[in-house]
T-cell receptor, first 114, second 113 residues
Framework: EAAVTQSPRNKVTVTGGNVTLSCRQT?????MYWYRQDTGHGLRLIHY???????QIGDVPDGYKATRTTQEDFFLLLELASPSQTSLYFC?????????????FGEGSRLIVV | QQKVQQSPESLIVPEGAMTSLNCTFS??????FAWYRQHSGKAPKALMS????GEKEEGRFTIHLNKASLHFSLHIRDSQPSDSALYLC?????????????FGGGTRLTVRP
């Protein structure tokens, strides 16, 4: 099973602060994703990537940047954090060689913006 | 933009009961349908998926898909306390990796011993 590791697991920052969430996957999956999870909204896609240097816009991209530096590493950047970005963030990966689109999720990063 | 809705929002059932969870979607071009389960404080984990109309069974879990009705469901036979979790349905237009998955808001299931 794919291993997806996120850091930090918990983060508190102030309004206007900079935050970087990191994600590493170790199964050489092509695709990586960043989702946010809020009560009642399920998981909403922020950005995703199909390889190093590639970035695709998700459904809720405003206020977020992302960068895929290697096959393994995908970063989510909040340059001017706002309280509305308080959420639980999940990174996921999937294998382009498999049928369907099964996502393998990390354990999540909880961000609080005060 | 695809809209995915789940019902009910929460559900409490006794151990051993049959549980039914529902998911509706808005885009008739959808091709891939999946259920994820998320135990409290844990990552979501894929449970089952289906591509074509009909049903698919894996152990105590069965998916029913009716594309014409824009509806699919998850049925859990002989529900166990360990099944208590948040269940998320997900739909995509494409059926391969990279096809954007749109998730529903979730159904929180509690199975009472």
């Amino acid at each position: 099973e794919a291993a997806v590791t996120q850091s930090p697991r918990n983060k508190v920052t102030v309004t206007g602060g900079n935050v970087t969430l990191s994600c590493r996957q170790t199964n050489s999956h092509n695709y990586m994703y960043w989702y946010r999870q809020d009560t009642g909204h399920g998981l909403r896609l922020i950005h995703y990537s199909y390889g190093a240097g590639n970035l695709q816009i998700g459904d809720v991209p405003d206020g977020y940047k992302a960068t895929r530096t290697t096959q393994e590493d995908f970063f989510l950047l909040l340059e001017l954090a706002s309280p509305s970005q308080t959420s639980l963030y999940f990174c996921a990966s999937s294998d382009a060689r498999a049928s369907g689109n099964t996502l393998y999720f990390g354990e999540g990063s909880r961000l609080i913006v005060v | 933009q695809q809209k995915v809705q789940q019902s009910p929002e929460s559900l409490i059932v006794p151990e051993g009961a049959m549980t039914s969870l529902n998911c509706t979607f808005s885009d008739s071009a959808s091709q891939y349908f999946a259920w994820y389960r998320q135990h409290s404080g844990k990552a979501p984990k894929a449970l089952m998926s289906i591509f074509s109309n009909g049903e698919k069974e894996e152990g105590r879990f069965t998916i029913h898909l009716n594309k014409a009705s824009l509806h699919f469901s998850l049925h859990i036979r002989d529900s166990q306390p360990s099944d208590s979790a948040l269940y998320l349905c997900a739909v995509s237009i494409g059926n391969n990796a990279g096809a954007k998955l749109t998730f529903g808001g979730g159904t929180r299931l509690t199975v009472r011993p």
